[in-house]
């Protein structure tokens, strides 16, 4: 439905169309793609919920109103406390945004299975305590959505990433028959895989890979995209924001790549 009202006399198309007083979490919210995402939502006005590991993950400045959750998406006590949070402020959860993850880089032989552990109760058992812990808080929206934040490296990668890759793309699948289970709920879940992205995560495995010179490192992938640079976070915020909105409302169990383009190249 489409607000036509106006102050001076212009269209006003209201952004993403979330119904007032809805109610959003996003955990990895204390940097890059997901303080974008947190940050951008509390603006379009949803109250949202930003989760982070550590309390001092928190950003010093904050441009939106977002209400601050401590827990390790990894544990799932410690997601029900901060999930009790917005049961004891909330009626019910419209969005929930599961994006924290870490990354651990090494060749297939070298993996440490301590690192794949790490990954994988980050990148998938964390998607698993959400879903397992907000489930009731969703099943009582009247239009809830879930949006994963997967990676490009689900379908098409590079080296040294095999750990990483492979909860990525577990979690592209988990987001898939979730969809099938939560459909009759009306509860739509959706993934997004975003390509090289300026964020904390990028800079650091770029000064871990390319100690000599990061960010000349940094430049050169952005020019192997097809758009010529790498994405802001708020171009991948926008995208799951779209997903996670009534604007998306016919649209489940999708994979939507945000990439600039990059897997769309072969590379000849
Ligand atoms: N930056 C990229 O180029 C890129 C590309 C593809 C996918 N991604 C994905 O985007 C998402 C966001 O990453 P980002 O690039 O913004 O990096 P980031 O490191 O800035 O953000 C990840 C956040 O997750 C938090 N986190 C890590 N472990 C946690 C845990 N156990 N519990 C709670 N929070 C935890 C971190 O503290 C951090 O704030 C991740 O899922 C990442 O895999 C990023």
Same mark, same amino acid.
């Given at each position: 439905?489409?607000?036509?009202?106006?102050?001076?006399?212009?269209?006003?198309?209201?952004?993403?169309?979330?119904?007032?007083?809805?109610?959003?979490?996003?955990?990895?919210?204390?940097?890059?793609? !997901?303080? /974008?995402?947190?940050?951008?939502?509390?603006?379009?006005? &949803?109250?949202?919920?930003? %989760?982070?590991?550590? *309390? =001092?993950?928190?950003?010093?400045?904050?441009?939106?109103?977002?209400?601050?959750?401590?827990?390790?998406?990894?544990?799932?006590?410690?997601?029900?406390?901060?999930?009790?949070?917005?049961?004891?402020?909330?009626?019910?959860?419209?969005?929930?945004?599961?994006?924290?993850?870490?990354?651990?880089?090494?060749?297939?032989?070298?993996?440490?299975?301590?690192?794949?552990?790490?990954?994988?109760?980050?990148?998938?058992?964390?998607?698993?305590?959400?879903?397992?812990?907000?489930?009731?808080?969703?099943?009582?929206?009247?239009?809830?959505?879930?949006?994963?934040?997967?990676?490009?490296?689900?379908?098409?990668?590079?080296?040294?990433?095999? !750990?990483? /890759?492979?909860?990525?793309?577990?979690?592209?699948?988990? &987001?898939?028959?979730?969809? %099938?289970?939560?459909? *009759? =709920?009306?509860?739509?879940?959706?993934?997004?895989?975003?390509?090289?992205?300026?964020?904390?995560?990028?800079?650091?495995?770029?000064?871990?890979?390319?100690?000599?010179?990061?960010?000349?490192?940094?430049?050169?992938?952005?020019?192997?995209?097809?758009?010529?640079?790498?994405?802001?976070?708020?171009?991948?915020?926008?995208?799951?924001?779209?997903?996670?909105?009534?604007?998306?409302?016919?649209?489940?169990?999708?994979?939507?790549?945000?990439?600039?383009?990059?897997?769309?190249?072969?590379?000849?």
């Amino acid at each position: 439905m489409v607000d036509i009202s106006s102050t001076k006399g212009e269209l006003r198309l209201p952004l993403f169309n979330f119904p007032k007083n809805s109610v959003a979490l996003v955990t990895g919210a204390g940097s890059g793609i !997901g303080f /974008a995402t947190a940050t951008l939502l509390s603006q379009v006005g &949803v109250i949202t919920y930003g %989760l982070t590991k550590i *309390a =001092d993950d928190k950003p010093e400045i904050s441009h939106g109103l977002i209400r601050w959750l401590v827990a390790d998406v990894s544990d799932r006590d410690q997601v029900d406390s901060a999930i009790s949070r917005v049961r004891e402020e909330h009626e019910s959860l419209d969005f929930l945004v599961s994006n924290a993850a870490v990354v651990r880089h090494a060749p297939v032989g070298d993996v440490l299975i301590s690192d794949l552990k790490y990954m994988l109760d980050t990148n998938l058992i964390g998607y698993f305590n959400l879903m397992g812990s907000a489930l009731p808080l969703l099943k009582k929206s009247k239009a809830a959505s879930v949006v994963a934040v997967s990676s490009i490296h689900a379908q098409t990668t590079s080296r040294m990433v095999s !750990g990483y /890759a492979a909860t990525k793309g577990a979690l592209v699948s988990a &987001v898939k028959a979730s969809a %099938l289970d939560l459909g *009759a =709920d009306g509860i739509r879940v959706n993934v997004v895989l975003p390509g090289s992205v300026d964020t904390p995560m990028l800079r650091a495995s770029a000064n871990l890979r390319f100690p000599e010179n990061p960010d000349a490192q940094i430049d050169e992938w952005g020019r192997s995209h097809p758009l010529g640079r790498i994405l802001e976070p708020e171009e991948v915020a926008h995208a799951i924001i779209f997903l996670g909105s009534p604007m998306a409302s016919g649209i489940t169990g999708a994979t939507l790549i945000v990439d600039g383009g990059l897997s769309a190249k072969l590379a000849l």
